[in-house]
């Protein structure tokens, strides 16, 4: 079975320090992984996804995430966070089979200081 | 134009009373899912049709009852509501199911049963 545990529920750095933000998954086979943020009283968007091409991923607003087989790892970093960085982030693991069900970590929240 | 649309936004009612939210995309795409955000921000999956099929069905109460009356819309219907089914219900569409397509969300619905 397809799992993802997001290691810290809560993450606070101060406006223009690296963030990271970490991810573990467990699946069955070669996974998909996603990264999805969530803003205060919206929708998720999409962040970046690793679908088996290249390990490090890039995404929008200057994030990024490296898949790591051998620590079943996918880490969300950035050099330098904005207050506008500060939401909820969700490391998601696609499940088996071929119907697009996705599985979400418990989500971490992060917070930026200014 | 909004991609992917829910209403209403807010939604409060009393136990034992019958609501249905609505969801509608206008990406063209073929797939569309329920997602179920409870009051820890935990997110999981309730269903999926992909071209008015059902392709997901998860664990749910079988008083949650979703339609697609074609491609483009996703509606979900609710009986006897009860107070454990306040949450967050989000929308979602994708080109096709599978790990390889994003999942465009919609802003969410916020039940609240009293």
């Known amino acids: 079975a397809q799992s993802v545990t997001q290691l810290d529920s809560h993450v606070s750095v101060s406006e223009g320090t690296p963030v990271l933000l970490r991810c573990n998954y467990s699946s069955s086979y070669s996974p998909s992984l996603f990264w999805y943020v969530q803003h205060p009283n919206k929708g998720l968007q999409l962040l970046l996804k690793y679908t088996s091409a290249a390990t490090l991923v890039k995404g929008i607003n200057g994030f990024e995430a490296e898949f790591k087989k051998s620590e079943t790892s996918f880490h969300l970093t950035k050099p330098s966070a904005h207050m506008s960085d500060a939401a909820e982030y969700f490391c998601?693991?696609?499940?088996?089979?071929?119907?697009?069900?996705?599985?979400f970590g418990q989500g971490t929240t992060l917070q930026v200081k200014p | 134009d909004t991609a992917v649309s829910q209403t209403p936004k807010y939604l409060v009612t009393q136990m034992g009373n019958d609501k249905s939210i609505k969801c509608e995309q206008n990406?063209?795409?073929?797939?569309m899912y329920w997602y179920k955000q409870d009051s820890k921000k935990f997110l999981k999956i309730m269903f999926s049709y992909n071209n008015k099929e059902l392709i997901i069905n998860e664990t749910v109460p079988n008083r949650f009852s979703p339609k697609s009356p074609d491609k483009a819309h996703l509606n979900l219907h609710i009986n006897s509501l009860e107070l454990g089914d306040s949450a967050v219900y989000f929308c979602?569409?994708?080109?096709?199911?599978?790990?390889?397509?994003?999942?465009?969300f919609g802003p969410g619905t916020r039940l609240t049963v009293t």
């Open positions: 998601v693991v696609s499940g088996s089979g071929n119907t697009g069900k996705l599985i």
């Open positions: 990406l063209g795409h073929d797939t």
């Open positions: 979602a569409s994708s080109q096709a199911p599978g790990r390889d397509y994003e999942q465009y």
